[in-house]
């Protein structure tokens, strides 16, 4: 784990993102799955929304994922490990890039067939606490073919674009600056879940 989160400061301070493969071991990335499978079954799930406070609106032309909010104050067993290793992260980026990172919030998503999220930043003009981004990957597995891909851009000096597209692949963790990386969700062509959440700079 300390390597893991030298390399996440490290990169984080150098290129705002980092991408660690292996992040949770195939057994908790599995109890994961199941535990997030379960909720879906229970219909726990509910469709994403955009935007934030009085303009919080659910435009599936937008995006079309499904989300279970983590509660700070009920988690289970498996979601406070992760909440858990979360602050860690938290903690060494505070010491080795200053960013004065206070509270996590965090959500399931599943990406049914077909879906996927336009284009966007995930740190609000009005609201600008959110300030990394944290996605893990929890499938059991993920081809090129499957769609679905993390595509990140990276606006160059010269007024052009670079692309990164990033399969989630299962125990694989994305953090990145959430006022600096724009991104999107290509169309998934199979099911595709993760755990979404963003370290803030108030509590
Ligand atoms: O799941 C992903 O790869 C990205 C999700 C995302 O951009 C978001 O929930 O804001
Ligand atoms: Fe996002």
């Not at 195939?26 to 909720?39: G, N, T, Y």
């Not at 509910?46 to 303009?55: F, I, W």
């Not at 988690?75 to 490990?81: I, K, V």
């Not at 996590?104 to 966007?120: C, L, Q, V």
Request: with cysteine.
């Amino acid at each position: 784990m300390e390597e893991l989160l030298d390399h996440i400061s490290a990169e984080i301070y150098e290129k705002s993102y980092a991408i660690v493969d292996g992040f949770v071991d195939e057994s908790f990335r599995k109890a994961l799955l199941e535990e997030q499978i379960d909720l879906l079954n229970r219909g726990k799930f509910r469709q994403a929304a955009v935007g934030v406070g009085e303009n919080k609106q659910i435009r599936t032309e937008i995006r079309s994922d499904e989300v279970l909010w983590m509660d700070a104050d009920n988690l289970s067993a498996n979601q406070a490990t992760y909440w858990a290793k979360v602050e860690e992260i938290k903690k060494i980026l505070n010491q080795r890039c200053f960013l004065g990172l206070r509270s996590f919030e965090g959500h399931f998503a599943r990406y049914p067939i077909g879906s996927f999220y336009k284009r966007h930043l995930d740190q609000f003009h009005a609201v600008p606490h959110r300030v990394v981004t944290v996605i893990l990957y929890l499938n059991d597995s993920w081809a090129p073919e499957d769609g679905g891909a993390l595509r990140m851009y990276f606006p160059q000096e010269d007024g052009t674009e670079l692309t990164e597209d990033v399969l989630p692949l299962g125990g694989r963790l994305v953090v990145f600056l959430s006022a600096e990386i724009p991104h999107e969700v290509l169309p998934t062509h199979k099911e595709r879940i993760s755990i979404t959440g963003w370290l803030r700079d108030i509590d």
